[in-house]
């Protein structure tokens, strides 16, 4: 079993910043990819950022150069540090991470979701 668990969510002005963190734990052999997904009422989640174990970074358009994600394989732990934060950025952000249980067989988990509101 694997747990996902987020913090950093709240409450921002435009501009503002804030930073997510997600810690996984468990039975684990190792992590390929760790991201952070969005999702506001009636769509579909979306995927801001992610990060290979490699280092190697993607992020949607919308947040480049505002949003930065890094990680640290050590402490299976992602970081998605968030500036000059717009209203339509406000959504549920979700932490996922495809991890290794059993060798070579790779699975896909969430965390339960922080709440990140930008207004004024």
């Known amino acids: 079993q694997v747990h996902l668990v987020e913090s950093g969510g709240g409450l921002v002005q435009p501009g503002g910043s804030l930073r997510l963190s997600c810690a996984a734990s468990?039975?684990?052999?190792?992590?390929?990819?760790m991201g952070w997904y969005r999702q506001t009422p009636g769509k579909q989640r979306e995927l801001v950022a992610d990060i290979t174990s490699g280092g190697r970074t993607n992020y949607v358009d919308s947040v480049k150069g505002r949003f930065t994600i890094t990680r640290d394989n050590a402490k299976s732990t992602v970081w998605l540090q968030m500036n000059n934060l717009k209203p339509e950025d406000t959504a549920v952000y979700f932490c996922?991470?495809?991890?290794?249980?059993?060798?070579?067989?790779?699975?896909?988990?969430w965390g339960q979701g922080t709440q990140v509101t930008v207004s004024s």
């Open positions: 468990g039975s684990i052999r190792s992590i390929n990819a």
């Open positions: 996922n991470a495809v991890v290794e249980i059993i060798p070579a067989q790779m699975y896909n988990y």
